[in-house]
């Protein structure tokens, strides 16, 4: 049995009720529902695991029940280890509830984990610059730049440079992003560090 679906039926045996029913609004009523078997009936049951947790996270959240809230995320990011998306929202509720020491240990145990998830790393790369950490961020980012798509990590690596007066290096990210992104939005600032640079 794979590591996916005994733990789909881990948590499948606590939130049967939530799985196997779903309501019918026009009556108000409760009807079961069908589900093939196989694999196919496991896939089924662990998507819909992960989307009641969502509205339930969803809920805590809003009714301010942070650390529930917590806890949901950890379940998903179980079911979906190498989800940067869920990585960083369960880092971001974490430093809500002012638990900065849990926060960093999340995120280097998903940076370990996942070592090329563009979107860890810029996690990390974010909670560095929230610190002024700037000359931590570019042995981040530099090895998964030139394969990103995220327009995020081309902005913190080139505020990083800016801000430790490494300004040639600023301005090739600047490139990068323009030649990447088609982001024609940044030729002002390619302008500007041009006349930084004396040309």
Request: aromatic share 12%.
């Amino acid at each position: 049995m794979t590591r996916w679906f005994a733990f789909a039926c881990g948590v499948f045996a606590v939130l049967t009720a939530y799985s196997q029913i779903e309501e019918d609004e026009e009556v108000g009523t409760w009807k079961p529902i069908s589900i093939p078997p196989g694999r196919q009936r496991a896939d089924i049951i662990y998507s819909r695991i992960f989307e009641k947790l969502e509205y339930r996270k969803d809920f805590l959240f809003h009714d301010g029940q942070y650390w529930e809230c917590i806890g949901a995320l950890q379940v998903q990011q179980g079911m979906y280890p190498e989800d940067g998306d869920i990585n960083s929202t369960l880092v971001w509720m974490l430093g809500n509830v002012e638990r900065e020491d849990l926060a960093f240990i999340e995120i280097h145990r998903f940076r370990q984990e996942n070592p090329d998830n563009i979107v860890g790393a810029l996690t990390e790369a974010e909670w560095c610059s929230t610190r002024k950490l700037w000359t931590r961020i570019p042995p981040i980012l530099e090895r998964l730049i030139a394969k990103s798509d995220i327009l995020g990590t081309f902005v913190l690596l080139e505020r990083a440079y800016m801000e430790m007066g490494q300004w040639h290096e600023a301005m090739r990210i600047l490139l990068l992003r323009k030649e990447k992104l088609n982001d024609r939005a940044v030729d002002v600032k390619i302008e500007r560090l041009k006349k930084m640079l004396g040309g």
